[in-house]
């Protein structure tokens, strides 16, 4: 560069002195009172991201996809072209050399503008409609998922206690955790408290495994003798016996009660909450609807959001296994918190069990198992009294039904309440949580009563290998039927969701299942074209599911969910187009940044 380039570039330098001093303050002045009255819209924390390819995906239907939006603080403040924005800039911005430095000495610069990469996208920050954070946490610590055998989690248990030398040392420290899955398994079988004490290093000690799904756990003989007697029925839940009638070690839904695991402590609840945060904000979650925590755990997180240590938005729904009423147990808290990023409104009740237990409440019995319709964890009049005052009281409700019946009898009381009780479905936003199987009947009432579903689409690629097998071939024409229920919603919503730690935490394992009906490996029952394909998603659908219409079941569409001005500014930078680029590459997508309310969580800008 030339002497006289670099004085140029180097600003009014090259003004006669005298000029420059009174024109600096008399511009500064002017400059900044203008700023002050709000007709120079600008501010240090202002800032603009670009794709030139336009690949930013707004889910915004009146401007789907943009090549540039624009922050101001916490929320957006431009959703526009590239050359909207250049000349947006250049409106509002002093034309002169010496009014452009003033305004990059006074705010840096006039404007930062990044670009991500050619192939990459931006998105809405996505939502988790269904999850449980805090057992997401605890399932780390002693995590049984990737086990295909009995022995694979025997050998588990043995080598966690093998790197814990204070749990070694003491076999009266209790072990837990979970994600065991019979249905992996070469022994296709329930596992027994026998299991452990085959092994010398397990036998005596407390040990307490949850299924994957959260509706079964497998204790030891130790955990049996601390217990004591057991009654010989649970309502609602159900103690697996031997032949002779003694207890293997299985305990299914209510009867998981009878297990005195110690409660956990608030350094516990820390490690299990901080663990899920930092994993869900890598996968670009910005928002996570909590689908059960109790009053401990709301304690917990309350005090966490009054010292700002919640780094994304939770929609809590509060939960009491009770089938009394437990409302006033439940704090009503909305944008709370020192960054208002904590909200409950919501309970969570629970009809039935899980199919993979042969805890689903069916119409009929199971085909694979003709002693059993399943497990409906509160009978239909004790349900109806709970949904009946949580309206009353002004909670939405988010009810747990997996199989047909359940899903039924709570389909009777909610059209009871909007028929009947003149509930207004708009203001309520009653939700089935899985909505899994359901008559061809139920799935269109669902949508003509306006009942919000919220599903889990990986639900449907984990259950697939064994679940005409459970329902038979008239029954799986109702069930994980997510195009169905999508196509009659009133509103034409369905909120997508994982239900982690039963599946995984990365949302696109969700995206991928909805819109391929596939596993990870590429495969289904029926070969590469996905399993009931008819069912399947598109991704502009998923995409939505994720943003949009969890806001919407969440009460939030006019705050986050698309990327509006107006709204928050919480967005994600994914590494590659999810939108276009074949199914198979989906997966490997990676997250550069993550976004919430204008200020990066996790990652880099590029």
């Known amino acids: 560069m030339s002497k006289d380039s670099k004085e140029k570039a180097a600003g009014p330098s090259h003004f006669p002195r005298g000029i420059f001093s009174a024109g600096v303050a008399l511009q500064f002045l002017a400059l900044f009172c203008l700023w002050l009255s709000g007709r120079i819209p600008f501010s240090p924390d202002e800032y603009s991201i670009c794709s030139k390819s336009?690949?930013?995906?707004?889910?915004?239907?009146?401007?789907?996809?943009?090549?540039?939006?624009?922050?101001?603080?916490?929320r957006i403040s431009y959703t526009e072209s590239f050359q909207e924005l250049q000349e947006r800039t250049r409106s509002r911005n002093p034309a002169s050399r010496l009014q452009n430095w003033l305004m990059s000495r006074l705010f840096r610069s006039p404007i930062r503008i990044s670009y991500i990469a050619s192939d990459a996208i931006i998105v809405p920050g996505l939502a988790d409609a269904h999850a449980h954070i805090m057992n997401n946490g605890f399932k780390m610590q002693l995590n049984l998922d990737s086990c295909k055998s009995l022995t694979e989690v025997i050998d588990g248990v043995k080598a966690y206690i093998q790197s814990h030398p204070d749990i070694h040392r003491n076999s009266s420290r209790w072990i837990e955790g979970?994600?065991?899955?019979?249905?992996?398994?070469?022994?296709?079988r329930f596992p027994t408290a026998a299991d452990f004490d085959a092994d010398p290093l397990l036998r005596g000690r407390p040990i307490a495994l949850q299924r994957v799904d959260g509706h079964a756990s497998w204790v030891s003989n130790r955990v049996l003798q601390i217990i004591g007697k057991l009654p010989a029925d649970v309502e609602g839940g159900s103690i697996i016996r031997d032949s002779n009638g003694a207890p293997t070690g299985v305990f299914l839904d209510n009867a998981m009660s009878l297990i005195p695991a110690?409660?956990?402590?608030?350094?516990?609840?820390?490690?299990?909450?901080?663990?899920?945060?930092?994993?869900?904000?890598?996968?670009?979650?910005?928002?996570?609807?909590?689908?059960g925590s109790s009053p401990m755990m709301i304690q917990f997180m309350k005090s966490y959001a009054e010292t700002g240590k919640i780094p994304m938005r939770l929609y809590v729904m509060g939960h009491v296994s009770s089938d009394e009423y437990w409302g006033s147990q439940i704090p009503l808290l909305v944008n709370y918190g020192k960054h208002r990023r904590l909200t409950i409104r919501s309970v969570k009740l629970v009809a039935d069990g899980a199919l993979g237990s042969w805890g689903a409440a069916l119409l009929e019995p199971y085909s694979d198992k003709s002693d059993t319709s399943g497990i409906m964890r509160s009978t239909p009049k004790a349900i109806s009294d709970?949904?009946?005052?949580?309206?009353?009281?002004?909670?939405?409700?988010?009810?747990?039904?997996?199989?047909d019946r359940a899903n039924h009898v709570v389909l009777d009381i909610f059209e009871d309440l909007i028929k009947v009780g003149n509930a207004n479905i708009t203001e309520w936003r009653p939700r089935i949580e899985h909505a899994q199987i359901m008559t061809v009947e139920d799935l269109e009432r669902t949508g003509r009563l306006g009942i919000?579903?919220?599903?889990?689409?990986?639900?449907?690629?984990?259950?697939?290998?064994?679940?005409?097998?459970?329902?038979?071939?008239?029954?799986?024409?109702?069930?994980?039927?997510?195009?169905?229920?999508?196509?009659?919603?009133?509103?034409?919503?369905?909120?997508?969701?994982?239900?982690?730690?039963?599946?995984?935490?990365?949302?696109?394992?969700?995206?991928?299942?909805?819109?391929?009906?596939?596993?990870?490996?590429?495969?289904?029952?029926?070969?590469?074209g996905g399993w009931y394909s008819s069912e399947a998603l598109t991704r502009a659908q998923v995409l939505k599911g994720m943003t949009l219409d969890a806001a919407y079941a969440s009460f939030t569409e006019h705050e986050i969910g698309s990327l509006t001005p107006g709204k928050k500014a919480d967005f994600v930078v994914l590494d590659r187009?999810?939108?276009?680029?074949?199914?198979?590459?989906?997966?490997?997508?990676?997250?550069?940044?993550t976004v919430v309310d204008g200020k990066v969580a996790y990652g880099a800008m590029p």
């Open 54 to 74: 336009g690949s930013i995906y707004t889910v915004d239907e009146t401007n789907p996809q943009v090549e540039c939006i624009s922050i101001r603080g916490s």
């Open 178 to 188: 979970g994600g065991w899955d019979q249905t992996k398994w070469l022994e296709k």
């Open 262 to 291: 110690p409660e956990w402590t608030d350094e516990q609840m820390a490690v299990f909450f901080d663990t899920t945060m930092k994993v869900a904000l890598s996968y670009g979650l910005t928002s996570i609807h909590d689908a």
């Open 386 to 403: 709970l949904v009946n005052q949580f309206w009353k009281d002004g909670w939405q409700v988010n009810i747990h039904c997996i199989g």
């Open 452 to 528: 919000i579903a919220s599903v889990q689409p990986t639900h449907a690629t984990s259950d697939m290998w064994y679940a005409e097998t459970r329902l038979g071939p008239n029954r799986i024409e109702g069930a994980y039927a997510y195009r169905t229920l999508l196509n009659g919603s009133q509103k034409h919503i369905l909120p997508l969701g994982s239900d982690f730690p039963v599946e995984g935490v990365n949302p696109l394992l969700g995206f991928y299942a909805a819109v391929s009906r596939l596993s990870v490996d590429g495969t289904s029952p029926h070969g590469g």
């Open 577 to 593: 187009n999810i939108m276009r680029v074949p199914m198979e590459e989906i997966l490997g997508t990676k997250v550069v940044v």
